[in-house]
């Protein structure tokens, strides 16, 4: 038999949105550009890097946008390749062929956990990769790509979440999870919770990449409504913790939380300095600024 492989991501996308209004009042906030490029075209292309073929969309209603954009633009590329225009021609036939995408509505925001329940007829019992929208990661090796090798490392069958550290102060914002080391990069969660209010188990948080098994929906079925009234994905992979166990992969780039307006403009001054052509002109003016300002 052949080595199962990532081929399917969800990513849930069917959020209120409620840190950026008024914009995500009718544009989706994961259309918010970092750079040129919407915050979803990012996750897609980690996806892609990852080894993904297959990404479904968990959107609501205003949120056709997104659908879109991976679509091919039949009209747009005529008029582009009329007026020579291929370099773009190129970007958008690249965007269009980058992953095969599909998308199913959650009719009401119930939470994470309920947005992940949607796409279980997608899955068709394989394993999946989860992967939030709003966090921007920037890795050597892409995170989802490391979750999956650890999944696989460990026999397809326990879950994998990344963990990242986060200011104690912020804990109660995030999942938080006790663990006990299993190597540099790994660890066997011990306990998992959503949002702290108080005693927080430790300052490691769940971020947003999920690596999986097929019984996490049996899972999702069973959990209630947890956390601020919603169905929590946390919750579901509480239950996980005994068996078949659930494991956290330490990740160690930089993350950006594109849903709220400071990470938002933060991921955007990083990506631009990372541009060849935007880093010069852009650094003078931030310097500038400084100067000026302050
Ligand atoms: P958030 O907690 O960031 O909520 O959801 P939100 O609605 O997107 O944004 P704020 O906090 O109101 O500003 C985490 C992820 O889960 C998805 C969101 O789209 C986001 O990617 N989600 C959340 C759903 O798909 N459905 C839900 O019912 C809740």
New binding site residues.
């Given amino acids: 038999m052949s080595k199962p492989t990532l081929s399917k991501v969800v990513v849930?996308?069917?959020?209120?949105?409620?840190?950026?209004l008024p914009f995500s009042k009718v544009v989706p906030k994961e259309m918010l550009p970092i750079v040129d490029k919407p915050a979803v075209q990012y996750i897609a292309e980690e996806a892609v890097a990852s080894g993904a073929t297959q990404m479904l969309l968990?959107t609501s209603r205003h949120k056709e946008s997104m659908e879109d954009h991976f679509d091919l633009a039949f009209e747009l590329e005529a008029v582009l390749r009329e007026r020579k225009k291929e370099r773009e021609l190129e970007m958008l036939s690249r965007l269009s062929q980058l992953i095969s995408v599909a998308a199913v509505r959650?009719q009401q925001?119930?939470?994470?956990g309920?947005?992940v329940l949607c796409a279980k007829p997608w899955t068709g019992g394989e394993p999946i990769g989860v992967m939030?929208?709003?966090d921007l990661l920037e890795a050597p090796t892409p995170c989802m790509q490391s979750l999956w090798e650890c999944f696989a490392r460990f026999g397809y069958a326990m879950g994998v979440v990344a963990l990242m550290e986060v200011p104690w102060e912020k804990t109660h914002q995030y999942g938080i999870a006790a663990v006990e080391h299993v190597d540099e990069n790994v660890v066997r969660i011990r306990h998992i919770v959503e949002k702290p209010q108080s005693n927080p188990p430790s300052n490691l948080a769940v971020i947003g990449r999920y690596m999986l098994p097929p019984c996490i929906f049996s899972e999702l079925e069973q959990t209630g409504r947890g956390a601020g009234g919603?169905i929590q994905l946390t919750d579901a992979l509480a239950r996980m913790l005994e068996a078949p166990g659930l494991l956290g992969y330490l990740f160690k780039g930089r993350r950006f939380d594109t849903?709220d307006k400071l990470g938002f403009l933060e991921a955007n001054v990083a990506f631009a300095l990372k541009r060849p052509e935007l880093r010069a002109p852009f650094l003078a003016y931030l310097r500038q600024l400084l100067e000026t300002e302050f």
């Fill in positions: 849930p996308a069917a959020g209120l949105g409620t840190r950026f968990v959650q925001p119930l939470g994470l309920h947005a939030l929208p709003d919603e849903g």
